[in-house]
């Protein structure tokens, strides 16, 4: 598995009840997953426990083989060095894109690869073309972030996360700052990326795009309380909450 999570407890000091309760779920390697659920369900605070964001108190994060305890249940040292590893087979593509206005498309792809990696400039420029050309922008390379649509952006970031050959590619709700009619862009995006291996895992409330994925993760309070392919999932749920959050997305 790629990525495993294991009773994952995450309690916010004050609150009467904990965020994630013993949430566990597994994902292949390779697979296209959507994390869905209401607003409070725990999906940010998840995808922050597996970036290392935020300490979890209980239970596991094994991310290709790099396991991450809770503070319960490991020193900080231990904690520390497991991130460390497993931060090296992670990637998140942000909600806003973040990319750097004052870099060329090939920089923002670059910029990490020389300076954390410290790959020579020549091979760093090499592989974000490659990657870019693989992404359908072979022809916005050298171009500015503001002159560029939002879609276009979107695949930069993708792009520059995917330069790290990351393991695991995390997404906080991809299409949140798009127009809706470049969802099927950002869909293609996606599964382009699948053809590569890696495993995704896309935080969204969208119901088009997480119909187009290979599997569907529902959190309620806390807890994953169904999962399976999208046709089981969204098609005929068998939870009352999946149901009623599908009733709410129609």
């Not at 390779?30 to 209401?38: F, I, R, V």
């Not at 999906?43 to 503070?71: A, H, N, Q, W, Y």
């Not at 959190?219 to 999932?233: F, N, R, W």
């Amino acid at each position: 598995m790629t990525l495993k999570v294991t009773g994952v407890v995450r309690h916010y000091p004050g609150n009467p009840e904990p965020t994630l309760k013993e949430l566990s779920f597994d994902l292949p390697e390779g697979t296209l997953t959507a994390l869905l659920g209401k607003s409070g369900a725990g999906k940010s605070t998840l995808l922050r426990c597996v970036m290392g964001l935020e300490p979890f108190e209980k239970g596991t994060i094994e991310i290709d083989g790099v396991v991450i305890r809770g503070t319960t249940e490991s020193t900080a040292a231990e904690r520390h060095l497991a991130l460390a590893r497993a931060r090296e087979r992670l990637g998140l593509v942000f909600q806003n894109f973040e990319l750097f206005p004052h870099l060329s498309v090939i920089d923002n792809c670059t910029l990490a690869l020389i300076k954390v990696k410290r790959q020579p400039e020549a091979a760093a420029k090499a592989k974000a073309r490659e990657v870019l050309v693989q992404l359908g922008l072979e022809h916005r390379i050298d171009v500015w972030p503001e002159q560029l649509s939002g879609g276009q952006k979107q695949r930069v970031a993708i792009a520059r996360a995917l330069c790290m050959e990351p393991r695991v590619l995390l997404y906080d709700e991809p299409t949140s700052a798009l127009d809706p009619s470049l969802k099927a862009e950002v869909l293609q995006t996606l599964q382009r990326v699948d053809a590569t291996g890696v495993t995704q895992v896309v935080v969204t409330h969208d119901i088009f795009l997480a119909k187009g994925m290979e599997y569907v993760c529902v959190l309620d309070h806390g807890q994953v309380i169904e999962a399976g392919p999208p046709a089981q999932v969204l098609g005929a749920p068998s939870h009352e909450s999946t149901r009623e959050l599908l009733k709410h997305w129609q």
